[in-house]
């Protein structure tokens, strides 16, 4: 992802494969579905898209918001989330609402748990959080003292992993 606009796709050589081009401001994050076949981006114009692994965009995702910080596609490919501002947005992978909750300050980072049954957050509050996928809030974690730039789980979903740029809010 990139400040001019755009997410690229190269193979391991450097060679481009694609290149996403729709957002009309920085794209600050990417992910694979987990088939590998589709690419969701998210973008400070207020949109996330879900491209084809070619570079074709399928869907658009827009919300009443400034922008998209990060996103994640659950499990089975079949839902994303979306953290933009404050908010939290679940779709279906065809733009259907599911949900839509709240963090106390701006989200930094989002992933679901490999089973599907939870989502992960981490947050310029200098916490994460642990979500059931109805927005019901399971655990806070106030580990660190800066704002929390990776939020993961483990392969198994058994422990999680924060860390924090060292930068404050």
């Keep these: 992802s990139s ?5 690229r796709l190269s193979d391991l050589t450097g060679k481009l494969l694609a290149e996403f081009r729709g957002h009309s401001n920085v794209v600050i994050d990417a992910v694979f579905s987990p088939d590998g076949k589709l690419i969701l981006t998210a973008g400070h114009d207020g ?17 009443d918001f400034f922008g998209s910080n990060c996103v994640d596609f659950s499990p089975d490919g079949s839902t994303i989330v979306s ?5 939290l947005r679940l779709w279906t992978i065809t733009n259907n609402p599911l949900h839509q909750f709240a963090h106390n300050n701006q989200v930094s980072s989002v992933s ?4 599907g049954k939870s989502i992960l957050t981490g947050s310029y509050d200098y916490s994460a959080r642990l979500w059931d996928t109805s927005g019901k809030l399971l655990k806070e974690f ?22 924090a740029n060292g930068f404050s809010a």
């Design 3 to 7: 400040y001019d606009s755009t997410a």
């Design 47 to 63: 949109s996330c898209k879900l491209w084809s692994s070619d570079g074709i965009l399928i869907q658009e995702f827009k919300g």
């Design 83 to 87: 953290g933009c501002d404050r908010t």
């Design 112 to 115: 679901f748990s490999p089973d």
């Design 142 to 163: 106030k580990d660190h003292s800066s704002i929390i730039t990776a939020a993961i789980f483990s392969p198994d979903g058994k422990s999680l992993l924060t860390s």
